[in-house]
C-alpha cells in the first residue's frame, strides 16, 4: 500500500474514530495502515497508549463504549493484579514458596508470579518492552487484545475493519470476539501453563487454588468494559456456546499442564493439587494427613481430567473410543499416586492434541428434554455408585444448568418456573458449604454433602419434566 494512500486511510480513520488527542500519543510508527505486518516481533505499547479520552477514556458509565481505560483502571480487578504483588501478603506467599525470609523475598521482581500478574510472558523483566509500558499496569490491555507495536495506530483506521481476524492477528492483534480465542487468552493465566504455575507448593505457600470456568468467570465479571447485550446479538446461542468452549478449552489448557509437570523432572511430583483437596484436607478436625483417609484419591475432578465425564460434557462427543480408553489409564495411573510420572506426560501430551481442532463442531443448545436425559442418566450412575459427586463435580452441573437457562432466556424462551428457584437453593448449598469451612483458601470444602446431588438432580428432573 502506498505511503500516500495509507495518510489518507489514516486521515479519514482520525476524523471518524479517534479524536486528535489520539494522534499525539501515539506511538511510532506512523498511523498507516502497513500492507503486512513487519518481520519485527511486536512489542508492549502500554495501557497509557490506550487512555487518550477520545480513544478508550471516555470516562462514560462502565461498559459504555470509548470508556473501556476508564472502566479498567476504575474497578477491573486485572488493573490490581501487579499492585497486590507489593503486598505483604505476596511476600510471605513467595517467602514461604522459596524458601527464603520475608524480607528478601520481591513479588514485584519475581517472575513467577509477574507472568499472571502483569503479562503471560516470564521474560518480561528482560525487556521485551519499550519504556511506554509499566508493569505496575498489571493485567492490562494487551494481555488480553495482543502486543500492540503493529496495530495501535492503525486499528482505529476503516481499512483495518476490512481485515479478517486471521489478517489482524498476523500484526499480534488478538480477536477476543472469537470464543475460542478469548478464552485460549484467559486460559495461561487463569488455569496456567508451563513454569506459570499455580502448584501445590504455591497453593500452601497461601496462593488461592485456581478454578476456572469461562462462563462463569464473564458472568461475575462485573466490570468488564463491554456489553453483554452486543454478544448476544452476534450469537444468541452466546451464553451456551461460551460454556462449551469454554468446557474443551480449559480441559485442553489443563491437560497441557499436566503434561508439562509430568515431563519436567524439576516441577514436584505428585502434583497434589491435580487430585481433589478434600481427599487429604479435613478442614473441620483441621487434619491435614498426607494419605487420602477415606476411598481412593479423585483426580481431575474440576478440570474434567477423568475418563468419567457425566453425559452432558460437551467432551463427550470430541473424544473418540482410544481418547476415552486413554483417559481412563491416565486416570488410573494418577490415582497411583506418585509414580509413572512419564507416562502421564506423554498420555495428557496425547489427549491435549485431540483437542486441537475442538470447538468449531460443538453441539448446539440442548432441548429442555436432553437436559433432562442427561440428569437422569447422571443420577443413574450415582444410584449404581458408580460416581460419588464431591463440591467440585456438583458445582461443574450447577454451572452447566445455569449455562442454559441463561441461553433459555436470552432468547426469552420459556423456562421452567421452578428451574431458576431451584438453582438458586443449589447456589446456596454450594455456598454455604463454604462457611462452614475454616480454611476456605482449600475452596474445595471437604465437608460438603455428597447426598445432596441426588436431591437436585431428581427436583431438575422434575422441572424439566
Ligand atoms: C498461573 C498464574 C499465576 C501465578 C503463577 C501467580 N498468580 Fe497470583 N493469582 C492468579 C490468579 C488468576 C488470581 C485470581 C484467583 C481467582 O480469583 O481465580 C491470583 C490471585 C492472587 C492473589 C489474591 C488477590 C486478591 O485480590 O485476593 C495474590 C495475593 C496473588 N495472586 C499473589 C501471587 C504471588 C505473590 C505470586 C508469585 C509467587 C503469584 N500470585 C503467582 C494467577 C497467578
Ligand atoms: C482480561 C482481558 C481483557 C483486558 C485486560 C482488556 N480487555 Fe478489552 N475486551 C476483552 C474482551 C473479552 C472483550 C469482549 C469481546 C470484544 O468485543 O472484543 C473486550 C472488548 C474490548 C473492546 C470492544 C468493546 C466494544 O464495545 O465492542 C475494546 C475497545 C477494548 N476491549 C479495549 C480495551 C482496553 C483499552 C483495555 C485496557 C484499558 C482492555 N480492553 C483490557 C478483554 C480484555
Ligand atoms: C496475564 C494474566 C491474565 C490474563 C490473560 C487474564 N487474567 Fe483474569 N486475572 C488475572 C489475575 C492475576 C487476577 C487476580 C487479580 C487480583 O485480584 O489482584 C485475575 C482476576 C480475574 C477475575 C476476578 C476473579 C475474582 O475472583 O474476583 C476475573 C473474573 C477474571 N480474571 C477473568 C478473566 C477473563 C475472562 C480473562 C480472559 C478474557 C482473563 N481474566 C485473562 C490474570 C489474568
Ligand atoms: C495427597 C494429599 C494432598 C492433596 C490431594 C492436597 N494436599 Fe494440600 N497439603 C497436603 C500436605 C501433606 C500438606 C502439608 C505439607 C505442605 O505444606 O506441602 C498440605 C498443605 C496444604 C496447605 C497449607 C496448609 C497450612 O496449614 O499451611 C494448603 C492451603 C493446601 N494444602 C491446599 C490444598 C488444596 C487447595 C488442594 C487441592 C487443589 C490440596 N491441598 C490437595 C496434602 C495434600
Redesign the pocket.
Known amino acids: 500500500m502506498g505511503r500516500l494512500f495509507g495518510l489518507i486511510l489514516g486521515l479519514i480513520g482520525l476524523s471518524s474514530l479517534c479524536s486528535a488527542l489520539c494522534s499525539q500519543i501515539l506511538p511510532s510508527p506512523k498511523p498507516d495502515l502497513p500492507s503486512s505486518a513487519s518481520s519485527t516481533e511486536p512489542y508492549l505499547v502500554g495501557?497509557g497508549s490506550?487512555?487518550a479520552s477520545g480513544?478508550?477514556n471516555a470516562n462514560g458509565h462502565s461498559g459504555t463504549?470509548?470508556s473501556?481505560?476508564s472502566?479498567?483502571?476504575a474497578s477491573?480487578p486485572?488493573?490490581q493484579a501487579s499492585s497486590v504483588l507489593g503486598s505483604d501478603r505476596s511476600q510471605k506467599m513467595l517467602a514461604r514458596y522459596l524458601g527464603k525470609s520475608a524480607n528478601t523475598a520481591d513479588p514485584q521482581k519475581e517472575p513467577v508470579c509477574l507472568s499472571c500478574h502483569v503479562f503471560p510472558d516470564p521474560t518480561l523483566n528482560q525487556g521485551s518492552y519499550t519504556g511506554r509500558f509499566s508493569a505496575a499496569d498489571g493485567?492490562?490491555?494487551?494481555?488480553?487484545?495482543g502486543k500492540a507495536s503493529q496495530w495501535v495506530s492503525a486499528h482505529y483506521q476503516e481499512s483495518w475493519k476490512t481485515l479478517s481476524s486471521a489478517e489482524k492477528s498476523k500484526f499480534g492483534f488478538v480477536?477476543?470476539?472469537n470464543l475460542a480465542i478469548?478464552t485460549r487468552?484467559?486460559v495461561p493465566c487463569h488455569v496456567g501453563e508451563k513454569e506459570m504455575d499455580v502448584n501445590h507448593d504455591l497453593i500452601a505457600a497461601g496462593h488461592p487454588r485456581l478454578r476456572f470456568e469461562m462462563g462463569s468467570f464473564?458472568a461475575n465479571?462485573s466490570s468488564?468494559?463491554?456489553?453483554q447485550t452486543?454478544?448476544i446479538a452476534r450469537d444468541p446461542n452466546h451464553s451456551w456456546n461460551i460454556w462449551t468452549t469454554g468446557q474443551v478449552i480449559t480441559t485442553k489448557a489443563a491437560l497441557e499442564l499436566l503434561s508439562y509437570r509430568g515431563n519436567q523432572k524439576t516441577k514436584p511430583w505428585p502434583e497434589l493439587s491435580e487430585y481433589n483437596c478434600a481427599a487429604c484436607h479435613h478442614s473441620l478436625s483441621g487434619f491435614y494427613g498426607n494419605l487420602p483417609s477415606h476411598g481412593k484419591m479423585l483426580f481431575g475432578t474440576w478440570s474434567n481430567l477423568s475418563g468419567n465425564l457425566p453425559a452432558y460434557s460437551p467432551l463427550n462427543s470430541l473424544w473418540d473410543k482410544k481418547a476415552k480408553e486413554d483417559l481412563g489409564s491416565l486416570t488410573r495411573l494418577m490415582v497411583k499416586i506418585g509414580s509413572h510420572r512419564a507416562e502421564v506426560g506423554s498420555l495428557a501430551e496425547k489427549l491435549a492434541k485431540k483437542l486441537d481442532h475442538g470447538t468449531s463442531h460443538l453441539a448446539p443448545p440442548p432441548s429442555p428434554k436432553e437436559v433432562r436425559t442427561w440428569i437422569e442418566a447422571y443420577e443413574g450412575s450415582i444410584k449404581e455408585n458408580k460416581i460419588n459427586p464431591n463440591w467440585d463435580q456438583d458445582t461443574q452441573t450447577y454451572i452447566m444448568l445455569r449455562a442454559y437457562f441463561q441461553h433459555a432466556r436470552d432468547l426469552k424462551k420459556e423456562v421452567p418456573p421452578n428451574l431458576e428457584n431451584h438453582l438458586g437453593e443449589l447456589q446456596d448449598d454450594l455456598t454455604s458449604a463454604f462457611q462452614t469451612n475454616t480454611n476456605s483458601i482449600l475452596h474445595s470444602p471437604e465437608n460438603y454433602d455428597s447426598k445432596l446431588s441426588r436431591k437436585w438432580l431428581q427436583k431438575f428432573g422434575e422441572d424439566l419434566r
Do not use: F, M
Open positions: 495501557a490506550c487512555s480513544c478508550h463504549k470509548g473501556e481505560y472502566t479498567w483502571i477491573d486485572h488493573a493485567v492490562s490491555c494487551e494481555a488480553c487484545h480477536d477476543t470476539k478469548r487468552t484467559c464473564l465479571y468488564r468494559h463491554w456489553r452486543d454478544e
